[in-house]
């Protein structure tokens, strides 16, 4: 059984940080790139980064480029999103989801999803 767990997610004022952190078990993390994806009420669910699988490339929405960074720690099977100088349009639910191998930043593409975890900015 495939699970990936969000967390790190929560209120705070524009401007600040929060590191979001998903959590992999039950398959063989360092064969899958991951992907952070983002939903608005209201809105579709958009593509936010990427990593590989060994963490050599990312890629990212231009909407959090140069805000937003990807990372991966394959010891702890885990993927992190530092998200720094953040701002309301920002607020949405955070998703992590995992494929086999090769990036991509279309969700239809993704074979395994996080429950999502809030990440609420303020004015």
């Known amino acids: 059984q495939v699970l990936l767990v969000e967390s790190g997610g929560g209120l705070v004022q524009a401007g600040d940080s929060l590191r979001l952190s998903c959590a992999g078990s039950?398959?063989?993390?360092?064969?899958?790139?991951v992907g952070w994806f983002r939903q608005a009420p209201g809105r579709e669910r958009e593509f936010a980064a990427t990593i590989s699988i060994k963490g050599g490339r990312t890629y990212y929405a231009d909407s959090v480029k140069g805000r937003f960074t990807i990372s991966r720690d394959n010891t702890k099977n885990t993927v992190y999103l530092q998200m720094n100088s953040l701002k309301p349009e920002d607020t949405a639910v955070y998703y992590c989801?995992?494929?086999?191998?090769?990036?991509?930043?279309?969700?239809?593409?993704?074979?395994?999803w996080g429950q999502g975890t809030q990440v609420t900015v303020s004015s």
């Open positions: 039950g398959l063989t993390f360092s064969s899958y790139a």
């Open positions: 989801a995992a494929r086999i191998l090769v990036t991509s930043q279309a969700a239809a593409e993704y074979d395994y």
